[in-house]
């Protein structure tokens, strides 16, 4: 079976039906999904998004094959009505220059192995939150973000896809004034001011990917695109990069992988995010988020 998890801005894990999966037809930000509590359908137990997470064997018994559960839903959401998609992990690890494209446009050479950072998990905010733009290097970057689902140590790459709980939509929003303020580089720093983490909407279920080494990603600035790739043109794909960081540390339900992002970011077109500015991140078949400029 499978499933969207998500979590409402009072605190509480829900399950969500398709409708926040892709932008509305009609262009605008008034999506809206149908939403069962999971603390109602678990008598308590998994009423936190991080409890539930971690369950991910429970979650998917609840839900059918179009990972929506049986009965009535309990109300209606909009992306504002919701919060980050995991609120607190314990680890937000972020993949540098992960496309050759976008090494090309920053003028870098490639790495010889993946370039780790961490994205602190106070940035972190829902998928309709605004972001606060600091300076004039303020930079828009979308990503798919992978989910660990349970506690894993050294895994094989062929495993690495079952120990993801899903993948969410993120902007791994950077401020390249400081990032590069010093040598080496301050890239966790650069990337963990309040506000420059939104994810979500929701956890989607790896079985409701239908490709999920080859998703198309987007991004757009007041309507205008910049970015436009697939995660079938990362360096470093999803498997590889999970079973790289379990060889390292310990991985725990939640924790979060940021992936990298294609080339069209504004700091290599000298046009990077103003007060006032709307961001439209977008993985099909996975979410949609709006994110304005602050």
């Keep these: 079976m499978a499933y969207r998890l ?8 829900v399950l969500l039906d398709d409708g926040l999966s892709d932008p509305p037809a009609d262009g605008s930000d008034a999506g809206v999904a149908r939403f069962w509590d999971l603390g109602r359908l678990t008598d308590g137990r998994l009423a936190d ?13 609840l ?18 009505g919701l919060g980050p998609a995991i ?26 192995a993946p370039v780790i950072f961490t994205k602190f ?34 895994l094989d790459e062929s495993d690495a896809w ?17 990032q590069n303020a010093s040598t080496p580089a301050q890239f966790s720093l650069g ?9 979500g909407p929701a956890v989607v279920s790896v079985d409701l990917l239908g490709e999920r080494d080859d998703l198309l990603l987007t991004c757009a600035v007041d309507g205008e695109v910049r970015q436009d790739s697939r995660t079938s043109r990362m360096i470093v794909g999803v498997r590889q990069l999970v079973a790289y960081l379990s060889a390292v540390c310990t991985l725990e339900p939640g924790d979060l992988v940021f992936t990298g992002t294609p080339a069209g970011v504004g700091d290599a077109q000298d046009r990077c995010l103003v007060v006032g500015q709307r961001i439209d ?5 996975v979410g949609h988020m709006v994110n304005h400029c602050v």
Excluded: W
């Design 191 to 199: 990337k963990s001011h309040d506000t420059f983490g939104p994810i």
């Design 6 to 13: 998500a979590t409402l801005r009072d605190g509480r894990a």
């Design 49 to 61: 998004p991080m409890a539930a997470i971690a369950d991910d064997g429970e979650l998917h018994a």
């Design 121 to 154: 998990p106070s940035c972190l905010v829902g998928p309709a939150d605004d972001v606060r733009v600091v300076g004039e290097r303020t930079d828009y970057e979308v990503e798919l973000v992978a989910v660990v689902g349970r506690r894993c140590r050294d």
């Design 87 to 112: 609120p607190r992990p314990r680890k937000v690890f972020g993949i540098g220059m992960n496309y050759l494209a976008h090494i090309d446009e920053m003028h870098r050479a490639p790495s010889t």
């Design 162 to 178: 079952d120990a993801l709980a899903g993948v969410t939509v993120g902007q791994d929003i950077s401020e390249r004034e400081l």
């Design 63 to 80: 839900c059918g094959p179009d990972g929506t559960p049986a009965g009535d839903a309990d109300g209606e959401v909009g992306l504002d």
């Design 281 to 285: 991140s977008h993985i099909v078949g």
